[in-house]
């Protein structure tokens, strides 16, 4: 029987977040350090790793670079996380990973402090690293977990790292300002790599510039930024292909900047075959007609204001139905004040504590349902409770129906595997 790496990783002990980089490189030497087997591609920012992650390793993929991604948070299984040249792993596969991580976390548990074990993320990363190794990719897109300085991830010896977007989340960890945020997220650049700027303030930028210069990093800017930029530009090849969020179309812009600097130029075909069947679970993922139901896991400020962009574009006059979750270290209130000006109404509801423990976040809550319904009311959007996820998105999508409207299903990543 093979080695159940789902199983395991959930039976670890739920210690929550616990930062530092002693235990993850003490696991990966125990590996062989796995991480150094393929070139990588790091991925840090507030908004858009994820999706910036998944059209870059598509890019690259089509271009005929064989290559894996590395994903964060999942929804319903650990094996969401690990893209193997385009495809979540199989089990077989994870099980394998898995499995000798398994073997290396007792190994180096034995050294450690009394306290001290291997976290969940760290034994998730490892897996993850282990698992491209095992496949033979030659590039690994990786995207960070929370932060950078600290994170797990920031042990891999990018040749390139992309900053997406910077926005005040998880500041009880990375710093209230958007500089500290910054800071906390660039520390994972690499000397001499190249540096990849997303849709950031032009303040960011500055800061990122610098700290670019002083590791004597290449910077590459997207178009949005080359006008004021002395960064080396780069074209984007996209002909008529669209994307239905202006978001994903910057985000597509960052993509492409970085698969250009392992493929080199991206021909219009490649970004057709590379985008044309490429899934992004809950980002801006449009389902059905009758009535169209549209899921995005936007779960801060900055996000809820670029989802609210796409929903304007797409919706048109139509009434959009909202169903909503926002989990407990989520600024509820600046996410309902940025959703409201394209919702008519709104079903509020909450993810259950059983569903974030079996996800890997214990110790996070949803925001009670009538608090976020309160938020709502406070926005002036009219907002009813359902204290049960799977009801609540029935609801939304029934008066969406019923009004000839659009659903919205958005606020937390775990609302939309419901």
């Not at 393929?38 to 089509?62: C, P």
């Not at 490649?270 to 896991?297: K, M, N």
């Not at 009219?382 to 049960?388: L, M, Q, S, Y």
């Amino acid at each position: 029987m093979s080695f159940d790496s789902e199983r395991w990783l959930g039976s670890l002990d739920p210690i929550g977040w616990r930062f530092g980089l002693d235990r993850i490189t003490a696991l990966l030497a125990a590996l062989g350090d796995p991480q150094h087997e393929f070139e990588s591609i790091h991925v840090v920012g507030t908004n858009g790793k994820s999706s910036v992650t998944l059209m870059t390793a598509a890019l690259l993929e089509a271009s005929g670079r064989p290559t894996g991604a590395y994903l964060s948070p999942h929804s319903e299984r650990w094996a969401e996380r690990v893209r193997i040249r385009g495809t979540e792993i199989n089990a077989g596969a994870f099980g394998v990973a898995g499995e000798k991580v398994a073997a290396a976390v007792t190994a180096v548990e034995s050294g450690f402090e009394e306290d001290e074990r291997v976290t969940q993320f760290e034994a998730a990363t490892a897996a993850a690293f282990v698992a491209l190794t095992d496949a033979g990719v030659e590039i690994g897109v990786v995207e960070a977990g929370l932060g950078g300085r600290l994170d797990a991830t920031n042990v891999l010896a990018s040749s390139a790292t992309v900053l997406t977007s910077i926005g005040l989340d998880h500041t009880q960890w990375l710093g209230e300002t958007e500089r500290e945020i910054t800071a906390e997220k660039l520390a994972v650049l690499q000397p001499g790599s190249t540096l990849v700027l997303g849709d950031i303030a032009d303040a960011v930028a500055v800061q990122a510039r610098a700290l670019a210069a002083e590791r004597h990093c290449e910077v590459l800017e997207t178009a949005k930024r080359i006008e004021t930029s002395s960064a080396v530009p780069h074209s984007v090849h996209r002909g008529t292909f669209g994307l239905p969020a202006p978001n994903l179309e910057r985000n597509l812009d960052v993509a492409l900047a970085a698969a250009r600097l392992v493929a080199g130029e991206i021909e219009e075909g490649v970004v057709e075959r590379a985008l044309g069947g490429l899934e992004l679970p809950g980002r801006f993922e449009i389902e059905g007609s009758d009535p169209p139901v549209i899921r995005d896991a936007a779960h801060n400020p900055d996000g809820a204001a670029a989802l609210a962009e796409a929903v304007r574009a797409v919706a048109g006059k139509r009434p959009v139905i909202g169903c909503l979750a926002v989990l407990g270290d989520k600024d509820a209130a600046g996410i309902a004040e940025a959703l409201a000006p394209v919702l008519s109404e709104a079903v509020c509801t909450q993810i259950p504590p059983e569903r974030l423990q079996g996800a890997g976040r214990p110790g996070t809550s949803s925001v009670e349902a009538w608090e976020l319904a309160r938020l709502l009311e406070a926005a002036g959007v009219k907002a009813t409770v359902r204290a049960d996820p799977a009801e609540a998105i029935d609801d939304a999508i029934g008066m969406a129906r019923e009004r000839s409207g659009v659903a919205l299903l958005a606020g937390s990543h775990y609302l939309l595997s419901h």
